[in-house]
């Protein structure tokens, strides 16, 4: 008798306004100096900016271990947000919660959002050496009109790069979170955090364009400003994830 086969329905979110994407950063601002966790938190980024920077230092090697290193450190950065949202301070060593049960599962999804990163660029350089190389054509046989369209040539491929390079981004957003607190396979967390970014786009936009608001503000007093924008980045990551995946902007408890 054969057995039925067994479907793996897509993970559910929701679409929310756009204005949301300006709330996640003020949710993110109470989680962070609820119970006087800000110092954790800031030590816990510190760890991993250190740790994920000492790890470039070794060519190839390193720069891979680094992606994987830091998908593995957002999981537990999750977990602690949890806590920090549940009345909990956080400890530090939580930044290596996952480490533990979720290690494979974070190690693969960061292993594929380092795969299509290196697709797409490793496209755009094949492209772009394409260009150079018809260019450097042109300048040889005196065909000026190859070597003008080099700047333009160039400027469109580093164009479309980036607009490949925004989906990949996406689908790893939320996927620590998914894959750590809801133990989503790495697949389906990198597919329902794309197709929730991509929902709500416009949340999406109001977000971004307050972080680059808020990192130009973090590099005027010597980069001081980053101590706390790093923490609220991935905090924000956490009230994001909440708000589309588990239809609840976090309050932290009393």
């Known amino acids: 008798m054969q057995e039925p086969s067994i479907q793996i329905q897509p993970t559910a979110f929701r679409q929310v306004a756009s ?24 030590v816990m980024c510190l760890i ?12 190839v090697l390193g720069a891979i271990a680094a992606q994987i290193g830091w998908f593995v450190f957002a999981g537990g950065l999750m977990q602690a947000a949890r806590k920090t949202e549940q009345g909990s301070v956080p400890v530090v060593a939580d930044l290596f919660a996952g480490f533990g049960a979720s290690l494979g599962p974070l190690a693969i999804g960061g292993v594929l959002v380092m795969i299509g ?21 042109g300048g040889l046989t005196g065909n000026l009109g190859l070597l003008a369209g080099l700047g333009v040539t160039s400027a469109l491929v580093a164009l479309i790069v980036l607009l ?9 957003w939320l996927a620590p979170a998914l894959i750590m607190l809801r133990q989503q396979p790495p697949i389906e967390a990198l597919k329902a955090s794309l197709g929730a970014c991509w929902a709500n786009l416009g949340a999406l936009t109001v977000y971004g364009l307050l972080w680059i608001a808020f990192a130009i503000l973090a590099c005027i007093p010597a980069m001081l400003g980053w101590l706390v924008l790093s923490p609220l980045m991935v905090l924000s990551t956490y009230v994001a994830y909440c708000d589309l995946f588990e239809a609840s902007t976090p309050h932290p408890s009393a």
């Open 19 to 42: 204005a949301r994407g300006a709330e996640w950063w003020g949710g993110a601002w109470q989680l962070l100096f609820n119970r006087g966790a800000a110092a954790v938190w800031i």
């Open 48 to 59: 991993a900016i250190v740790i994920l920077a000492l790890l470039h230092v070794v060519p």
């Open 117 to 137: 990163v290196l697709v797409v660029v490793g496209a755009g350089t094949v492209a772009g050496l394409g260009a150079v190389g018809g260019a450097a054509y």
């Open 164 to 172: 490949l390079l925004v989906p990949i981004f996406m689908a790893g």
